[in-house]
């Protein structure tokens, strides 16, 4: 019962483990380079041996560092430009809030509903029935500032689209074809004795 688990798994049939041939191409030297005044292990890096990384190791390093900088400076240039767009955005609303001032034609008495598209939705701005028409017929626009739409003239708001051409948001043209609008058919047309 002294057997070592080893020979009782060779006594069982298993075979035992291949030993690794040695390499005799080149002797083992470990301090064989050794000399005076040289560090340890120069010799060896030398002769390309204890170094690991090669020329290609170093290039695809250098490559992959010129990259990073490169898109470090890429964003950083991103970023100052749209802090300059933000900039001149700011600069462009409080331009437009100085020549609005004093300008808006929005009556507190109105009572009829213009709705337009302004950004992708719906928006509606309150008018009177001489607006509306005045509106429609392209004398008057709106321009939203502050997130409040404002009613001025066409000059001021041909002067507004000069100053920030994002924040005009009705402008009719005069004189333009209602074609455009598949509802203007009379077939469409809903009755005035509709009740809903």
């Given at each position: ?39 340890k ?10 170094d ?5 190791d170093?290039d ?18 991103a970023e ?19 020549l ?14 213009r ?26 626009g709106?321009?939203q ?45 809903v ?6």
């Amino acid at each position: 019962m002294s057997d070592t688990l080893r020979n009782q798994l060779l006594g069982l049939g298993f075979k035992a483990a291949p030993k690794a041939e040695k390499d005799r191409s080149r002797p083992k030297a470990p301090y064989a380079d050794r000399r005076p005044g040289k560090p340890k292990g120069a010799g060896a890096r030398a002769a390309g041996v204890g170094d690991r990384r090669s020329r290609e190791d170093i290039d695809l390093a250098k490559a992959y560092a010129i990259r990073a900088q490169r898109e470090k400076q890429e964003r950083i240039e991103a970023e100052r430009q749209k802090q300059e767009e933000a900039r001149k955005r700011r600069e462009a609303r409080e331009a437009l809030a100085k020549l609005l001032e004093g300008k808006a034609l929005n009556a507190a008495d109105a009572e009829v509903a213009r709705h337009f598209e302004y950004g992708g939705k719906i928006k509606r701005i309150h008018v009177t029935g001489d607006q509306l028409r005045e509106l429609n017929a392209g004398e008057l626009g709106v321009v939203q500032l502050n997130g409040r739409y404002l009613l001025v003239t066409a000059e001021v708001l041909a002067q507004a689209e000069a100053i920030f051409p994002q924040a005009v948001a009705l402008k009719v043209e005069p004189g333009a074809p209602i074609s455009d609008d598949p509802y203007a058919d009379p077939q469409y047309q809903v009755p005035d004795d509709l009740v809903w």
